[in-house]
Antibody, heavy 115, light 106 residues
Framework: QVQLQESGPGLVKPSETLSLTCTVS????????WSWIRQPPGKGLEWIGR???????NYNPSLNSRVTMSVDTSKNQLSLKLTSVTAADTAVYYC?????????WGGGTTVTVSS | DIQMTQSPSSLSASVGDRVNVTCRAS??????LNWYQQKVGKAPKLLIY???SLQGGVPSRFSGSGSGTDFTLTISSLQPEDFATYYC?????????FGQGTRLEI
């Protein structure tokens, strides 16, 4: 059974960098594309981007200059970094398997941007 | 970028009703359209992929149809556990994008 678990600081100060990890169990991250999605409080879903092992990435142009995704195959983990955060980046952040259709999701982690 | 528009934004229905939720893409996306269900405080759950393929474990009362720019999610007989928010999402190009959601209420 494939499981994904997001982790990271729940509170980030404005202008700082948000860093999250997604730990994958039950599947090798080398076998799939992986997606990051976020959901601001009370709002809809926003696709942040995707990554494939080997460094192939695609980011949402709305975040392109601030986003970096990477993988650690030794730990079977994905990571997301978002720089220069503002209150608008407050959201639940999800990782998900695949990018054509996202068939397995993590439970999400809430990140609040506030001083 | 491709924009996805769902209608209605909210919908009131009763147990046993047949319900349709529609999704329109700003350009043709062939059959690259997925549907998700999200309950409050939970992650989205994949229901339908490639417009009409039922994800494993999803009840057969859920079905999807459409191609090109217009798509429909149908729930044939609403059950109490179906009251949730539904999102469409295209996978035709990057960036992927979601519709704004349809909240299904009792």
């Amino acid at each position: 059974q494939v499981q994904l678990q997001e982790s990271g600081p729940g509170l980030v100060k404005p202008s700082e960098t948000l860093s999250l990890t997604c730990t994958v169990s039950g599947a090798s991250i080398s076998d799939y594309y992986w997606s990051w999605i976020r959901q601001p409080p009370g709002k809809g879903l926003e696709w942040i981007g995707r990554i494939y092992t080997g460094g192939s990435t695609n980011y949402n142009p709305s975040l392109n200059s601030r986003v970096t995704m990477s993988v650690d195959t030794s730990k079977n983990q994905l990571s997301l970094k978002l720089t220069s955060v503002t209150a608008a980046d407050t959201a639940v952040y999800y990782c998900a398997r695949r990018t054509d259709y996202m068939d397995v999701w993590g439970g999400g982690t809430t990140v609040t941007v506030s001083s | 970028d491709i924009q996805m528009t769902q209608s209605p934004s909210s919908l009131s229905a009763s147990v046993g009703d047949r319900v349709n939720v529609t999704c329109r893409a700003s350009q043709s996306i062939s059959n690259s359209l997925n549907w998700y269900q999200q309950k409050v405080g939970k992650a989205p759950k994949l229901l339908i992929y490639a417009a009409s393929s039922l994800q494993g474990g999803v009840p057969s009362r859920f079905s999807g149809s459409g191609s090109g720019t217009d798509f429909t999610l149908t729930i044939s007989s609403l059950q109490p556990e179906d009251f949730a928010t539904y999102y469409c999402q295209h996978s035709y190009t990057t960036p992927r994008s979601f519709g704004q959601g349809t909240r299904l209420e009792i």
